[in-house]
């Protein structure tokens, strides 16, 4: 770990402190897991302590765990993952929190802390059904409202029964059952390395 990264994980320790369920550096770049119950606190320490001076939200978006890795997942489900930047450090960091029920996962949003979150939760929301407490605005940003679901679930079916288009005669949008075949079977075509170079 080069002494930059050993100065963020001493820093984010001495902040932190038990906030941080796991820390971890991977490639040049520093990882923590925060408990769902601390997100919103960790959040208004890593933009406000000088010493970590994370002005900016670059990312926030939502994983699905359900089928991670070689083997059966054994943690939660749901997790938001944010980037962060300071630009005053120079630094990155990522951190994961983990939503404590897959049901309905619920976490508090980070809207209040970096105004940019609103837009990402907003998303996170629509694609994986994860819902942020204290949100301004939660609401769908992508799919249809009528859309039952969230298209991210890796439990979603791979072809509905009903399509959405726009009708000009009407002169509004309609819905009617799906005309296009299945082609879920489709296999899909891999390229060796230094193909067609």
Known sequence: MNTKLERLTTNLKAALGDKIASLAEYVGEVTIVVKA?????????LRDR???GFEQLTDLCGVDYSEYGEGAWQGKRFAAVSHMLSISNNWRLRVRVFAEDDEFPMLDSVAEVWPIANWNERETFDLYGIIFSGHPDLRRILSDYGFIGHPFRKDFPLVGNVEMRYDPELRRVVYQPVSMENRVAIPRVIREEGYGA
């Open 37 to 45: 119950s601390d997100w919103l606190h960790v959040a208004h320490q």
């Open 50 to 52: 000088p010493e970590l």
